[in-house]
């Protein structure tokens, strides 16, 4: 299957800093990419749709000044948690979709950790 | 507005039994039903995945059984092994937005040995 290579797996900042999670599809393009939060224990959510060219598709409750997404290229997808905060650790996930939109590729998730 | 409904949200079996796992959906459009297993710290890895012109899909232990009248789908574990222990999560697609899931909210499987 299509891989999608998610950066870093890890990362811990203090409060106040920014953080630069990077999501790619290495061997096939996506227009669209999507970025999901979990919780422990807890499902994905749906923070935003990534589309390429354009600005994001922000869920209800997601403050799009505070995690900034950008899609500059056709296989390149960053969120920027801005400002973050403890309440902000949580799993970041992206994932992207197959060419007829029939599948979903995940990247290995990146653990964000604020102290 | 939960999208798809799972349950249960824990299940305790006994190495060698069945596991199952129950999930629902409203939306008539989504068309692809995936199922995710999620060890800790790592992202959900695809399981097994079925299409509604089907009613069964098995994949050695995993089976997938969906009823489309009854908008319920649910996936099967013979023989469970302690290795299958994880949370797994059942999702649905498909709709305007292509390639964006709806999860379950999970289950998360313990097999005693």
Excluded at chain 2, 27 to 47: E, H, I, R
Aim: net charge positive.
């Amino acid at each position: 299957g299509a891989v999608v290579s998610q950066h870093p797996s890890w990362v811990i900042c203090k409060s106040g800093t920014s953080v630069k999670i990077e999501c790619r599809s290495l061997d096939f393009q996506a227009t669209t990419m999507f970025w999901y939060r979990q919780f422990p224990k807890q499902s994905l959510m749906l923070m935003a749709t990534s589309n390429e060219g354009s600005k994001a598709t922000y869920e209800q409750g997601v403050e799009k000044d505070k995690f900034l997404i950008n899609h500059a290229s056709l296989t390149l997808s960053t969120l920027t948690v801005t400002s973050a905060h403890p309440e902000d650790s949580s799993f970041y996930i992206c994932s992207a979709p197959s060419d007829w939109g029939t599948e979903a590729f995940f990247g290995q998730g990146t653990r964000l950790t604020v102290v | 507005q939960q999208q798809v409904k799972q349950s249960p949200q824990s299940l305790i079996v006994q190495k060698g039994g069945i596991s199952i796992i129950n999930c629902a959906y409203e939306n008539t459009a989504f068309d692809y039903f995936p199922w995710y297993q999620q060890f800790p710290g790592k992202g959900p890895a695809l399981l097994i995945a079925i299409r509604p012109d089907v009613s069964e899909k098995k994949e050695g232990r995993f089976t997938i059984s969906f009823n489309k009248s009854a908008k319920q789908f649910s996936l099967h574990i013979m023989d469970s092994q302690p290795g299958d222990s994880a949370t797994y999560f059942c999702a649905a697609m498909g709709g305007s937005t292509l390639g964006r899931l709806y999860f379950g909210r999970g289950t998360q499987l313990t097999v005693w040995p």
